[in-house]
Every structure is written in C-alpha cells, then in structure tokens.
T-cell receptor, first 113, second 116 residues
C-alpha cells in the first residue's frame, strides 16, 4: 500500500519568513495530493491540492510543488503569519479504485511573532 | 464550517463499555470516512462507505464497526473499550468514491473520546 513520509515533524519560523514542508510517497499510481491544515481542537481543513498532471500550484501565500519522478511534493508558505500556526498534513490518494487516502504524520508549524 | 456534522463532540466512558459516534455528511456527498487521531499521532484511516456500502477498510479493530444508513448518515460503534482507544475520531465525506477522480475529502470537527 501507499506510504507517505512527512518532514519535519515540527517547524518554528519567525513571522514573515517562509516555511517549507516536504512529503514523499511510495505508490507511483497516486495522482492527487491535498494538504490539510488542522488548528487546535478542529478538524483538518483542505488548504490546497495538486494533481499529478501539474507541477506547481499557487494560492496567494501558499504553493505546492510536485515532482512525480522523485515522488515527492512540498508545501510552501510565504510571509508567514501567527495564524498560520497549526498542524499541516499532506496526503496521497491511491488510485486503486477506492479512496484509500494515506496521510503523512503531520508537521506542527509555529510562527513566532 | 465544512458541512460535516459529528456528535457527540466529547464523550467520557469507562473501559469495557460501548459507544456510538454519529456523522452526517455534507449535503450531496455519498462517501463517508472514519479516521482515528490519537494524541500527537497522524490520521489513521479506519473505514469508508459509499452510498450505504463498505468500500475500503483500513486499520479498524474487530471491536469497532460502522455502517452507513439510507439517509447517508453514518455511525461508528466502538465496543469493549480500552484505555488506548482514547482518541479524536473524525468523520469525513466526499462526493464520489474513486481516488482517480480526486474527490476532495471534507472533515468534521471530530468526536473526542476519553476512556477511563
């Protein structure tokens, strides 16, 4: 089955700096890669996603890049703000017919004011 | 608000007991998923239902079971509870069932289960 590794597990950045979170996946058949943000006491919320036919996608301060050859994808947050502090999860969809979504282990991002 | 509703939000129960967690998916979504998140742990996929039928199974214990009803709401039943079952249980929903279509999964706020 699919295996998703996520690094780092914790990340502290100064407000205004950039943050990068990386994930690798094992199943070359995976074709959809969403990123979720989970704030304390809440459920994960989709913040951005990318499909396997696209190399990069941006949405304001957030961008995701995908390298299918190397089987890794990254979340980039620029001009970080304190409200970006949360746990971020990457995920990879196994396209084996049913939606067995495998999540990374999460990155706790702390933005220091 | 994702549109996925979970009840109860918090639950405290004793070891050996049985509890039922309830989930109402977003309007129009046919797939329901259950995930377990333990303290400082990632999201562990338990089970998926699509339009009333079980479609995918993850690391769900035999003491746990789930079902999706004709009105599409779902219940997760946890029995013979152990201390280690204490966790946040998320329900999520999406429109479709196949991964190839890239269906976005929307999560509820979760049900906090504490087993004492």
């Amino acid at each position: 089955g699919e295996n998703v590794e996520q690094h780092p597990s914790t990340l502290s950045v100064q407000e205004g700096d950039s943050a990068v979170i990386k994930c690798t996946y094992s199943d070359s058949a995976s074709n959809y890669f969403p990123w979720y943000k989970q704030e304390l006491g809440k459920g994960p919320q989709l913040i951005i996603d990318i499909r396997s036919n696209v190399g990069e996608k941006k949405d304001q301060r957030i961008a995701v890049t995908l390298n299918k050859t190397a089987k890794h994808f990254s979340l980039h947050i620029t001009e970080t703000q304190p409200e970006d502090s949360a746990v971020y999860f990457c995920a990879a969809y196994n396209s084996g017919g049913y939606q067995k979504v495998t999540f990374g282990t999460g990155t706790k991002l702390q933005v220091i004011p | 608000d994702s549109g996925v509703t979970q009840t109860p939000k918090h639950l405290i129960t004793a070891t050996g007991q049985r509890v039922t967690l309830r989930c109402s998916p977003r309007s129009g979504d046919l797939s329901v998923y259950w995930y377990q998140q333990s303290l400082d742990q990632g999201l562990q996929f338990l089970i998926q239902y699509y339009n009333g039928e079980e479609r995918a199974k993850g690391n769900i214990l035999e003491r746990f079971s789930a079902q999706q009803f004709p009105d599409l709401h779902s219940e997760l039943n946890l029995s013979s509870l152990e201390l280690g079952d204490s966790a946040l249980y998320f329900c999520a929903s999406s429109v479709g069932v196949t991964a190839s279509s890239g269906n976005t999964i929307y999560f509820g706020e979760g049900s906090w289960l504490t087993v004492v």
